[in-house]
């Protein structure tokens, strides 16, 4: 069996398929991306374009949106660091404690891993169903503990998060 990149544990699931990141790592990389996903989409606006500039701006745009999602990944990594320090500091139960020490562990490997990024987001800058900008058409719906991001165009669900109160 092979072991996690991020904790050395068994990996009991490929939930990556080119990376070897167990479940426990895997279920606190999605609360990780989850934030960082939804705050860089909300963070976008689309901008008015006419002419040859919205030729060029339709042409661009998806290379344009895939680093919109990469380019301020290491200054979310340190915001959360900061806060998942602080949680760590003042909790008292010990499972909110080991879930933030493996997030600290998740954190500090994709300092060391920043392609990884690129690796999971490289299907949700576009709606997969009718190719639009997830920048200029989405929404994002919470229903229960989820948030669900959608295309506006389409209604198509790009990606589903687990969207937990604690951090």
Same mark, same amino acid.
């Given at each position: 069996?092979?072991?996690?990149?991020?904790?050395?544990?068994?990996?009991?699931?490929?939930?990556?398929?080119?990376?070897?990141?167990?479940?426990?790592?895997?279920?606190?990389?999605?609360?990780?991306?989850?934030?960082?996903?939804?705050?860089?989409?909300?963070?976008?606006?689309?901008?008015?374009?006419?002419?040859?500039?919205?030729?060029?701006?339709?042409?661009?745009?998806?290379?344009?949106?895939?680093?919109?999602?990469?380019?301020?990944?290491?200054?979310?990594?340190?915001?959360?660091?900061?806060?998942?320090?602080?949680?760590?500091?003042?909790?008292?139960?010990?499972?909110?404690?080991?879930?933030?020490?493996?997030?600290?562990?998740?954190?500090?490997?994709?300092?060391?891993?920043?392609?990884?990024?690129?690796?999971?987001?490289?299907?949700?800058?576009? &709606?997969?169903? +009718? @190719? /639009?900008? =997830?920048?200029?058409?989405? !929404?994002?719906?919470? #229903?229960?503990?989820?948030?669900?991001?959608? &295309?506006?165009? +389409? @209604? /198509?669900? =790009?990606?589903?998060?687990? !969207?937990?109160?604690? #951090?």
């Amino acid at each position: 069996m092979e072991t996690c990149v991020i904790c050395d544990q068994e990996q009991d699931s490929k939930l990556y398929e080119k990376y070897n990141i167990c479940t426990s790592c895997a279920d606190i990389m999605e609360d990780v991306m989850g934030e960082y996903f939804v705050r860089t989409i909300w963070h976008s606006e689309p901008k008015e374009m006419s002419g040859y500039f919205k030729y060029l701006g339709n042409t661009t745009k998806y290379i344009s949106d895939y680093k919109k999602l990469t380019q301020k990944s290491l200054n979310h990594i340190k915001n959360v660091s900061r806060r998942t320090a602080d949680a760590i500091e003042n909790t008292d139960t010990p499972s909110k404690q080991r879930y933030f020490e493996r997030m600290q562990e998740v954190l500090d490997w994709l300092g060391k891993c920043p392609e990884f990024y690129h690796y999971y987001f490289k299907d949700y800058y576009i &709606c997969p169903t +009718c @190719g /639009a900008s =997830i920048f200029e058409k989405y !929404s994002k719906d919470e #229903v229960g503990d989820w948030l669900v991001v959608s &295309c506006s165009d +389409c @209604g /198509a669900a =790009i990606k589903k998060y687990f !969207s937990p109160k604690i #951090v």
